[in-house]
């Protein structure tokens, strides 16, 4: 009789205990749920949209657009680095409830996340040694071309070269794909103008000149976010509309990029 006492008790302790845990996170849950703390995921390789700083984290136009958006509606942001497609899968499963790494708003992606409102507009370039017979996107058809992974860029040239071409070289970032340009493994590199002619200033390499072909159409930046979570959508567009219009983004803008 003693022995089932005493396990009775311990069962009952371990029940509490057990509930207090559940309790706790369903807690954690709601508390990220209300918005009072959440994870928004980049690519720390694009500067100046995001890039590392020196103490290891993440820095940069995307990242201060965020936190800006979350101070004016409530959002405690915590910005994480990821690879570019880790990022996304991030929101898709739920570790992240936000993404920003200047991810183009297209039709492919819409089927799968939700987006805000733009906030950037952007275009590809092509970058090539100077003389090179590469004067449009359809000349580089038989060239060596460089991308980054899973960018418009990369579409792009897929869509010239052909899917699962050998001359489609794929970088996890844009400036490994311009040090092969520069190291002369690859004829062209296709990437998002800002930071190409940002990492172009970086190097100071010359030699080296980009196109802008009219038949490459420009394309808008959102956040991305999971399809089903409508609230966040409504938050993040109204943070934005909000740092729109008080000069917020205009500060930003002028920070990183000098002139509007």
């Not at 940069?60 to 680095?81: C, N, S, T």
């Not at 992974?149 to 970032?173: H, I, P, W």
């Not at 590199?189 to 970086?202: C, E, F, H, R, S």
Request: contains cysteine.
């Amino acid at each position: 009789m003693k022995m089932w006492k005493k396990a009775s008790i311990l069962f009952l302790v371990v029940a509490m205990g057990a509930l207090t845990a559940a309790c706790g996170k369903t807690g954690d849950a709601k508390q990220t749920a209300d918005g009072k703390k959440i994870v928004a995921v980049t690519h720390a390789v694009f500067p100046p949209f995001e890039y590392m700083s020196p103490d290891g984290k993440p820095q940069g136009f995307d990242v201060d657009v965020i936190k800006a958006i979350g101070k004016e509606v409530g959002l405690d942001v915590d910005v994480q680095d990821a690879s570019f497609d880790g990022a996304q899968e991030q929101v898709k499963n739920g570790k992240a409830q936000i993404a920003i790494a200047a991810i183009t708003i297209n039709d492919k992606r819409k089927k799968q996340f939700a987006f805000s409102d733009p906030y950037f507009e952007a275009k590809q370039l092509i970058m090539v040694p100077e003389g090179s017979p590469v004067k449009s996107l359809k000349d580089v058809k038989d060239k060596r071309v460089g991308v980054q992974l899973s960018t418009t860029g990369a579409l792009m040239a897929e869509g010239v070269l052909g899917k699962g071409s050998a001359n489609l070289k794929q970088f996890d970032d844009l400036p490994s794909a311009m040090d092969d340009l520069y190291n002369k493994r690859i004829d062209a590199v296709i990437g998002d103008n800002v930071p190409m002619l940002t990492q172009m200033k970086k190097t100071n390499k010359s030699g080296f000149v980009t196109i802008e072909d009219p038949s490459m159409p420009k394309e808008n930046y959102g956040i991305m976010m999971n399809k089903n979570d409508k609230e966040m959508v409504a938050k993040i567009n109204e943070g934005l509309k909000k740092i729109k219009q008080n000069g917020t983004y205009d500060a930003l803008y002028q920070k990183y990029f000098k002139q509007k």
